[in-house]
């Protein structure tokens, strides 16, 4: 693709998928605006950074003048260190916050990334983006919330939205999955319910793609769309990709779930209280055990896009990222 007509701002640049983005579209010539809190280290060359609170409201203005395109990354996950309150404000008020000031400014397009997580479970069936939302966490009623509040403040405003909702994305630089990795090649990791639940991985360079093509094709594909790896897989194939990577033999002990869930309040127990995360969670538990998996007819039809980047292939190289970086 050529590179983007008109300035590009990018929320979240300082992160894991707005990082990518970032040096995705500078790659490519793309005039680009970058921000987020803190400066990011790897910021390339030629790319113009503001730092701003994005819940500072005297801070939108500035940021989205003489802006084209807004591709909104910024967001907050779950943790049991983050507040409802601050999940609220990042997730749900400050996109629609953002969508008005640009709005006001004349911005042409308007490309904001929520969840998949809003679905909740899907089952072994993959599911499409008309499935009805079943938010379960804080996290994923506010990504809920957000989204459809961007869609109906387009629709009143004739701003185009588009929603693209990653699936689990991963690839180099990832410090969410970081602690599975390293955990994968400990001595001893144990499957939970024979992981048979499935999940759809997603590289970070294939969510970048998609990104692009939201802030590029004409007309604007308005709308929400999924943006998964080739097909969903089973945690006992993600772990199974992991331990190959790593070197490890693929893991045969498997606990229940009624066994992990009791081993897992037992580690937060004794380890939370000395500041330590425990290899074992409830939430990666319940993370386990949860099936959700994604149609992604919708992008490849209407945008074109579809996914290059292989499990082996993206999880090999995420591996020799890790080491090359001193992360394992």
């Given at each position: 693709?050529?590179?983007?007509?008109?300035?590009?701002?990018?929320?979240?640049?300082?992160?894991?998928?707005?990082?990518?983005?970032?040096r995705?579209?500078?790659?490519?010539?793309?005039?680009v605006?970058?921000?987020?809190?803190r400066?990011?280290?790897?910021?390339?060359?030629?790319?113009?950074?503001?730092?701003?609170?994005?819940?500072?409201?005297?801070a939108?203005?500035?940021?989205?003048?003489?802006?084209?395109?807004?591709?909104?990354?910024?967001?907050?996950?779950?943790?049991?260190?983050?507040?409802d309150?601050?999940?609220?404000?990042?997730?749900?008020?400050?996109?629609?916050?953002?969508?008005?000031?640009?709005?006001?400014?004349?911005?042409?397009?308007?490309?904001?990334?929520?969840?998949?997580?809003?679905?909740?479970?899907?089952?072994?069936?993959?599911?499409?983006?008309?499935?009805?939302?079943?938010?379960?966490?804080?996290?994923?009623?506010?990504?809920?919330?957000?989204?459809?509040?961007?869609?109906?403040?387009?629709?009143?405003?004739?701003?185009?939205?588009?929603?693209?909702?990653?699936?689990?994305?991963?690839?180099?630089?990832?410090?969410?999955?970081?602690?599975?990795?390293?955990?994968?090649?400990?001595?001893?990791?144990?499957?939970?319910?024979?992981?048979?639940?499935?999940?759809?991985?997603?590289?970070?360079?294939?969510v970048?793609?998609?990104?692009?093509?939201a802030?590029?094709?004409?007309?604007?594909?308005?709308?929400?769309?999924?943006?998964?790896?080739?097909?969903?897989?089973?945690?006992?194939?993600?772990?199974?990709?992991?331990?190959?990577?790593?070197?490890?033999?693929?893991?045969?002990?498997?606990?229940?779930?009624?066994?992990?869930?009791?081993?897992?309040?037992?580690?937060?127990?004794?380890?939370?209280?000395?500041?330590?995360?425990?290899?074992?969670?409830?939430?990666?538990?319940?993370?386990?055990?949860?099936?959700?998996?994604?149609?992604?007819?919708?992008?490849?039809?209407?945008?074109?896009?579809?996914?290059?980047?292989?499990?082996?292939?993206?999880?090999?190289?995420?591996?020799?990222?890790?080491?090359?970086?001193?992360?394992?």
């Amino acid at each position: 693709m050529s590179a983007t007509t008109g300035l590009v701002l990018v929320t979240g640049a300082s992160g894991f998928i707005g990082g990518c983005l970032v040096r995705r579209l500078a790659a490519d010539g793309s005039p680009v605006r970058a921000t987020s809190r803190r400066r990011p280290a790897d910021l390339p060359e030629g790319v113009a950074f503001v730092a701003a609170d994005l819940a500072d409201p005297t801070a939108l203005a500035p940021l989205v003048a003489g802006i084209s395109v807004v591709i909104h990354v910024a967001g907050q996950l779950g943790g049991a260190e983050v507040s409802d309150d601050t999940l609220r404000a990042v997730n749900a008020e400050a996109p629609v916050a953002l969508l008005r000031a640009a709005a006001a400014a004349g911005v042409g397009r308007f490309v904001h990334v929520s969840s998949v997580g809003v679905l909740g479970e899907t089952g072994s069936s993959p599911a499409s983006e008309d499935a009805p939302a079943q938010p379960v966490s804080v996290y994923e009623r506010t990504k809920w919330i957000g989204e459809q509040d961007v869609l109906a403040e387009g629709c009143r405003t004739g701003v185009p939205v588009i929603v693209l909702r990653p699936a689990l994305v991963y690839g180099p630089g990832d410090a969410h999955l970081l602690s599975l990795f390293r955990a994968v090649g400990g001595p001893v990791f144990p499957l939970i319910a024979g992981g048979r639940a499935l999940t759809h991985p997603v590289h970070v360079e294939d969510v970048a793609d998609a990104l692009v093509c939201a802030a590029r094709l004409e007309p604007a594909p308005v709308g929400v769309f999924h943006v998964a790896g080739p097909r969903p897989v089973s945690f006992r194939e993600l772990i199974s990709a992991m331990a190959s990577a790593l070197g490890r033999n693929p893991p045969r002990l498997s606990l229940p779930r009624p066994l992990a869930f009791a081993a897992a309040c037992l580690m937060e127990a004794a380890l939370g209280p000395v500041g330590r995360t425990p290899p074992l969670t409830r939430e990666r538990v319940r993370l386990f055990c949860t099936s959700r998996a994604f149609k992604i007819d919708r992008i490849r039809e209407t945008m074109g896009w579809t996914p290059r980047i292989g499990l082996e292939e993206g999880i090999l190289a995420t591996t020799r990222w890790y080491r090359d970086h001193g992360w394992l």
